[in-house]
């Protein structure tokens, strides 16, 4: 990509995007940028993510893709929020002060309610809240901060999965019940081992990988489960396969290669080549949980917070995952097209439905 004005604007057009701003204040060392993808359902919220991005291209590229999954994770749940997103070009071990994040708080003041900032890659609850210093519109503060703060989202993201795991075992076998069933748990971070928890507990046969081996053998330990060194995942047979890691785990070549029947977990964007790979699983009947879908429970939480609804609305929007997962699996099987493709048609036609009441 080159920086051209028109460029630009055309990568924005093809993704459907309304707004690009960017804040440079050098007395701070602030360059940040906060794209906003669609505002049809909402306000746009999106995680403020920190990252020594090589270029701008690269920092605007990635701001425009994370801010228009938003929009499908909140279109497919059923919220009332636009998708955004907030880069900051830095290094976040390094490079992060109070008054950078205050100064990103007054960027966001200034875009007067149409971007809500969240956690991302490089922030924590602590700059979420020097961020609020300067600005309301943010969302995912602790509970002692924000009378209706959500707390740890990770619970929430754990919860999301877990009701996607359980709406594609009733497609496979008729049941939702995981007791017995070979679940490979790919890392054991905050989401992963609240899932093993969770799947424990209904005596699940969860199988764990962390490409760090202390804590995949410490959680592998806690909760009975057998460890699976990180490179051999796709050696073995399971019903499912939970990416909690990183994305892209789900590519051609492993997607031709693994053994299991379902694949339901939390990392973002699991499918690398997302148009090849998810028909390759389609062809092959390894029913895919949409990402965006079944790891909403984070954004749900938010969600809740902003309205002042608590963490009942949270659980309940959230269980709702499991009907949101079994009418994308419908879909998929009626027209017979990928569950990414589905899941995509049932977001735009939310999105394209609501607009005519919002002319
Ligand atoms: P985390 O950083 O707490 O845990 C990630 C784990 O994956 C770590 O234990 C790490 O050692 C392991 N890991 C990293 N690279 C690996 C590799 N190549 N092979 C095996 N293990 C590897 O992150 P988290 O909060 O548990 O989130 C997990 C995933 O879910 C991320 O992709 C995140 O973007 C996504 N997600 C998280 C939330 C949330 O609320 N935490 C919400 C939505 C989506």
Redesign the pocket.
Known sequence: MSTSQNSIFELMSQSGHQNLFFCNDELVGLRAIVAIHDTTLGPAIGGVRMLPYESTEEAIEDALRLSKAITYKSAITGLNLGGGSAVIIGNSRLDKSEVLLRRLGQFIEGLNGNFIASLDVGTTQRDLEHIYTETDHVAGLPKAIHGSGVGD??IF?AQGVYFGIKACLKELYGSENVAGKKVIV???????ERLIAMLREENARVYV????EE?MLKVAAKYKAEPIP?NEVFDHEFDVYSP????GTVNPESAQKMQCKIIAG???NQLKDELVTSSILHERGILYAPDYLI?AG?LIGCYSEIQNYGVDHTEFVIKNIYNATRDVLKKSKEENISTFEAANRIAEKRIQDIKKIKR
């Not at 790919?186 to 992963?192: A, E, Q, T």
């Not at 990988?209 to 760090?212: F, P, Q, Y």
């Open positions: 989202p990770s993201a790919h890392g054991v971070g905050g989401v992963g990988s962390d490409i760090t804590k990180y909690c890691a990183l994305g939390s990392a973002n790891n984070a």
